[in-house]
């Protein structure tokens, strides 16, 4: 807080060192509990400034696109100007630029990630100067769309509201799909099973969970989704019942592909013995979560590696000429 007033009084953007490796952590008063080196870059926020980090933040959110955020700072020369948030590209080519130098190296790079979907760290040295990049891709949040507006449902909804999901409740009885029955922020459509699809946008983030009960309502939307380009929909049953569904579409002349097939999740989560509502969702998160980061969904403790991969972190230097 001292550091951040003083940033705020001085109006500009400050790096600060804080060293945890001391085992007696309690005596420096931050009780972290992870011993390392933590490198905090603090940013004043101006709001008359058209482009200040907030606004930003603010423009990536506006629409469902995904983004590169580029931070510019200096381990190397600490006094030195830290530049800070300074360029954004969108992935509608919509750029927003106010790095003071490296413009069209910065350009080249953001590109680069937003096409590889790959974060990474990389340090220009070029004349007297010596900054490191911080190349985010950011991503839109989760759109968890939820198939069944009954009360094991809720749980689900606010949990989603937690981790800063993005939810969306339908069901064909009104009297279940009211507003007022869930999180503020989750949209709530009153519709049969062949007109909802029409009414959301679908993206790489999205996701579907059937959870009606009513069998002929699933059938619908999962006859629907395979044909859809989803990476998860969960179904709330026994196994049995994915089986007849699958019985049925063969009946129909529809056989799914291997690719078809692993997109569904039935029954739905992990396996965690859970029993109320309120369990599974957290069953039911756990794997929408995991099938995102590529996980298996184990136990920490049987990883024999470190919890981060560290070439997340590795720094890759880039040397620059005066033509770069």
């Known amino acids: 807080m001292r550091k951040a007033l003083m940033v705020m009084t001085e109006k500009r953007s400050k790096l600060v060192t804080y060293d945890t490796m001391?085992?007696?952590?309690?005596?420096?008063?931050?009780?972290?509990?992870?011993n390392g080196i933590i490198q905090v870059l603090i940013e004043p926020i101006d709001p008359a400034q058209a482009n200040n980090p907030i606004q930003f933040l603010k423009t990536v959110n506006e629409k469902r696109l995904n983004s590169v955020l580029i931070t510019l700072f200096s381990l190397q020369d600490k006094k030195n100007p830290q530049y800070g948030t300074c360029?954004?590209?969108?992935?509608?080519?919509?750029?927003?630029?106010?790095?003071?130098?490296?413009?069209?190296?910065l350009k080249k790079d953001?590109?680069?990630?937003?096409?590889n979907q790959n974060s990474s760290f990389k340090n220009y040295v070029f004349e007297n100067h010596d900054l490191i990049?911080?190349?985010?891709?950011?991503?839109?949040p989760i759109s968890m769309v939820i198939i069944g507006a009954g009360n094991d449902v809720i749980p689900l909804t606010d949990m989603a509201d937690i981790?800063?999901?993005?939810?969306?409740?339908?069901?064909?009885?009104?009297?279940?799909?009211?507003?007022?029955?869930?999180?503020?922020?989750?949209?709530v459509l009153v519709s049969k099973p062949e007109n909802v699809l029409e009414q959301i946008a679908i993206d790489e983030q999205t996701v579907f969970v059937l959870m009606t009960h009513n069998y002929n309502y699933d059938m619908a939307m999962l006859r629907q989704l395979v044909n859809k380009n989803i990476v998860y929909a969960g179904m709330l049953?026994?196994?049995?019942?994915?089986?007849?569904?699958?019985?049925?579409?063969?009946?129909?002349?529809?056989?799914?592909?291997?690719?078809?097939l692993s997109i569904i999740h039935s029954p739905v989560g992990l396996d965690i013995g859970a029993e109320t509502s309120e369990e599974i969702a957290l069953s039911i998160l756990?794997?929408?979560k995991s099938t995102f980061a590529g996980k298996q969904g184990s136990s920490m403790r049987s990883h024999k590696d470190v919890i981060h991969s560290r070439s997340a972190t590795e720094i890759e230097e880039v040397k620059l000429t005066s033509n770069s």
């Open 22 to 34: 001391d085992d007696d952590d309690a005596k420096f008063g931050v009780g972290l509990g992870c």
């Open 110 to 115: 953001a590109r680069e990630a937003l096409v």
């Open 237 to 260: 049953g026994p196994k049995k019942k994915l089986e007849r569904m699958l019985d049925e579409l063969k009946e129909e002349g529809i056989n799914l592909t291997e690719q078809q």
């Open 163 to 187: 981790l800063g999901w993005e939810t969306t409740v339908v069901d064909g009885r009104a009297n279940y799909a009211k507003a007022e029955r869930f999180t503020s922020a989750c949209q």
């Open 286 to 288: 756990a794997e929408v």
């Open 87 to 105: 360029f954004l590209l969108k992935e509608d080519k919509t750029i927003v630029d106010t790095a003071p130098v490296l413009k069209d190296v």
């Open 133 to 140: 990049a911080f190349i985010e891709v950011i991503k839109p």
